[in-house]
């Protein structure tokens, strides 16, 4: 335990089972010293096993649906009651395509799925930032976390209409990371994550393939949950109080990676 997080408080979203990253990060900030308040959707709350972890965390798990604002203003402030105080950071760890999910080509997409996805994974992340400015909830050099993927960079064909709305997200986290920074010295990023075995990352085609690909192309692997975890641990504590409005790959170095020996061993 390094006590990284020690007098901090924070709120997960997206701690389905013990497969989800939020799930990682939640046990990670509690291990090092955090107080934290666990959220997720109402169906997410009857399908996955959050009370298991709240148990773990001492936490309370308080039901919002991130497109809600209704919810999120609920949400926060009650956190706020519950803490006393104010809040140092926030992970948002959601993301749904209904054109995914329903197996609809990139060709093909139906947009009233496309515009649903959106707000579900990353109009949501600007909704939230939106309420906690409003609400004045977040301290001074307070930091807050969103999870993306490199296919808003580059193009993976079955991540779909994902590969938007992680685009989006990420110009979020820098539009808003500037106005959260101006008027509070807020930081705001997004993580950049390896492919990761979870209930959102296998709903993906072909995501088996997709996984050994990366593993194969990343000199140092792929990244997996729990060092997710200790990474967003690092960016919520006050050793990286000037990283902001970044895109930061947490991916053993397959961004930069061009191809690999283990790739051309494979393909020959
Ligand atoms: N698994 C991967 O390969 C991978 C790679 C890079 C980035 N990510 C991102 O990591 C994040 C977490 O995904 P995960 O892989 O841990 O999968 P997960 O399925 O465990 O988590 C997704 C979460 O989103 C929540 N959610 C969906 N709709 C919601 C709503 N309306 N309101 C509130 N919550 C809602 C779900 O209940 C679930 O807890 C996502 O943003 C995902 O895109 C995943």
């Not at 993927?149 to 079955?158: D, G, K, L, V």
């Not at 986290?173 to 950049?192: E, L, P, W």
Request: charged residues 20%; aromatic residues 10%; glycine residues 6%.
């Amino acid at each position: 335990m390094n006590n990284l997080l020690k007098g901090k408080k924070g709120i997960i979203f997206g701690a389905l089972d013990d497969k989800s990253i939020a799930w990682k990060v939640a046990e990670e900030c509690v291990e090092n010293g955090a107080k934290i308040i666990l959220t997720n959707a109402p169906t997410a709350l009857r399908l996955g096993s959050i009370n298991d972890l709240a148990k773990k965390c001492n936490s309370q798990v308080i039901t919002a649906d991130a497109t809600s604002l209704e919810d999120l203003e609920n949400l926060i402030s009650k956190s706020l009651k519950i803490f006393n105080g104010k809040i140092d950071f926030i992970l948002h760890s959601i993301g749904m395509s209904v054109n995914v999910r329903k197996k609809r080509s990139y060709t093909d997409l139906n947009y009233d799925y496309l515009m649903k996805g959106i707000d579900v994974s990353a109009i949501s992340f600007h909704k939230l930032l939106q309420t906690s400015m409003k609400l004045d909830a977040i301290n001074k050099w307070g930091s807050i976390l969103a999870l993306s993927y490199i296919a808003a960079q580059r193009t993976f064909p079955s991540y779909n209409d994902m590969a938007e709305n992680k685009a989006f997200l990420e110009s979020i986290a820098r539009s808003f990371g500037y106005h959260f920074g101006v008027k509070n010295k807020v930081r705001i990023n997004t993580i950049s994550q390896s492919p990761t075995i979870t209930t959102a990352g296998s709903g993906v085609e072909g995501f088996d393939t997709f996984f050994e690909y990366s593993e194969k192309m990343s000199p140092l692997g792929n990244a997996s949950a729990k060092d997710c975890a200790k990474f967003c641990v690092a960016l919520f504590s006050d050793y990286t109080k000037m990283v902001t409005m970044q895109n930061l790959y947490h991916d053993g170095g397959f961004s930069n990676t061009g191809i690999s020996e283990e790739i051309i061993k494979k393909l020959k």
